[in-house]
C-alpha cells in the first residue's frame, strides 16, 4: 500500500471495503483518486467497491488502471482476472491470471482467487494446490475450504474432501454447503450417516440458501437409506420455498421452445449460407442434466484422439454477444429473433474463440484433436449449432422421462442459475421434459444429419454396441479404452464427478417408481402431452 500523507484515507478505505460499506469505500478512494490519479490503491478499492454494487464494466477499468500502475502487485493482477472472467472475457482472464501466478506471494485470498478463475477456465489441475495454500494459510475462511473441498471431489479425493467439509461443519454447524458436499461424496448407510446431524440444525439455518441445502443434504441422505418418503419431504419443503423465492413461470420456457421452433421452421430465413470449415467442428453432447451427459463425455474423452472440454457455455455466449440483446436473459425470444440476422460463420468464429481460452484447448486444437463440448442445455442451440458448423456432430441423451423428471427434481442446481427454474416442481419439470421433446423431434427432423439420439437405459444394456454406434456417428475409430471410461484421470467438474469413476452400472434405472405416490402430477401432465409411461 502506498504510505505518505494519503496512508491514512487508504486503510479507512480498506477497513470500510473489509466490512461491506461500499459506498464508503468509493467515497473515499474516488477522492483519492482524483487528487491523485496515479495512486494505485485509491484505484483498486475503488474498482472492487464499484464491483461489489453491481457496476462491473466501470470496476474494470479501476482495476485494470490500478494493474498497470503497479504491475507487480499479485493482489490487482488476480482481481483484475476475477473481474475478467465474470464479464466472460476469458483470453483477457487467463492473460491476467498467467501473469498473477508469476508474481510472489502468500495471500490467501489472491491464491483463492486465482484458482477460482482457473477452475472456471477448466484448469483444475493447477487451481486445486491454489486452494490447497489458501486452506493453509487462512483455516477458518469457509469459503476457501468449500473451494478445496469441491475441487478434491473434482479428482475422486472424498475422503479428503470430506475432512474439509467436515472442518466447515465443524466451524459452522448449520453451513449447508458443506452439508450438502458431504453428503454428495459416498452413499450413507444406516451405520454411517448424517441425518440426525443434518436435521437437527435446519431451525438454525441463517437464511433461505442455507435452509435449502440442508433440506437436499437430508434427501439425499435419505433417499441412499431408502427411506424415499422422509427424502421427498425434504425435498418438497427446499423446492417449494425456492420457486416461491425466485416466481418462476413455466410460460417462459415455453415461449423458447416455440420462438427456437418458429425461427428454425423456415431456414431460408437466417442470413449467410457457410459456417466453420468442414473438420473444424466439435462434437456437442446435449440433453437434459442428469441424464447421462457426463457418461457419455467420460466414455469419448477415454478415446485419444479426442480432448473434452466440459461444460461450456462458448454457445450461449456466442450467440448472446453477436445479437447484442439488451435482456439479462441469456436466451429469449427478442435473442431469439436478432440471431437471425448473424452470419453462421461469425457464430462460428466467436464460439472458437472463447473454445481456446480454456484449459489444453489450444493444444488440442494445435494436434488435430476432436474437441467435446458437453454443455446439457445446448439442446436449445442445436440449430445454431448446425449452421455454424455444418459437419457438427451432435449427440443427444434421451432417458426414460420419469427418470428424468426424478432425477432433475432431486438435483440442487446452482441456486442463482436461470436455467434450472422448472427443476423446483416435479410437474414444471415435466412440462419442460415435454417441450424439450418436441424441441429435439423438431431438430431431427430439421438437421437429421447432424443429431444422434442415444438412450441411457440402451447404453447401460449394451455397452459396446451402442459406444460403436457413439463413435461412428462421430467419425472416431474403436478404442477398447472407451469401455473402461472409469479408469481415466483428470476432473469432473459436474454432479456426477463420484458417479462416472465407477464402472457403467443400473443403479439409477427406475429410481421414480420409489417416489410413484408423490410423481402422480408428472403423470397427468406427460398424459395430456401424449408421453407415454412405463
Known sequence: MSQGPNAPALVAARLALGTGDFARAAQIAEGLARADPALAEARFVLGVALAETGHMVHALGQVQRAADLAPDNAEYAAQLARLLIQLQRD?????????????????????????????RLGDHGDALPLFARAVGAEPDVLSFRFNYASSLGFFGETEAAAVQYEAMIARDPANGAAHYGLAGLARQTAQHNHIARIEAVLPAARDHGERVRLHYAAAKEHEDLGASDAAFAHLDAANRAHKAHIGYRADADAAVFAALQASFADLSYFSGSAGASAGSAPIFIVGLPRTGTTLVDRILGAQP?????????????????????????VLDDQ???????????????????????????????????????KFPLNFLYVGYIARAFPDARIVCLRRDPMDSVWSNFKHLFALASPYYGYSYDVADTARYYAGFARLMAFWRTQFPASVMELRYEDLLADPEAQTRALLAHCGLPWDAACLDFHKSGGAVATP??????????????????RYAAHMAPVRDVFRKCGIAVD
Do not use: F
Request: contains cysteine; proline residues 5%; charged residues 15%.
Open 91 to 119: 483470453q483477457a482472464a487467463r492473460d491476467a491470471a498467467v501473469l498473477a501466478m508469476a508474481l510472489p506471494t502468500d495471500d490467501p485470498l489472491v491464491l483463492d482467487t486465482l484458482g477460482c478463475v482457473l477452475a
Open 335 to 373: 435473442t431469439i429473433v436478432a440471431a437471425g440476422t448473424v452470419e453462421p460463420a461469425a457464430v462460428a468464429a466467436a464460439y472458437m474463440a472463447q473454445v481456446a481460452t480454456q484449459a489444453g484447448a489450444q493444444a488440442a486444437i494445435d494436434r488435430g484433436a476432436h474437441l467435446v463440448d
Open 305 to 329: 484422439l479426442v480432448h473434452s472440454l466440459g461444460e461450456l457455455q462458448a454457445m450461449p455466449l456466442a450467440i448472446k454477444r453477436l445479437t447484442q440483446t439488451p435482456s439479462r436473459l
Open 496 to 513: 456426477s464427478a463420484q458417479q462416472v469413476r465407477r464402472p457403467i452400472n443400473s443403479d439409477s434405472l427406475g429410481r421414480w417408481k
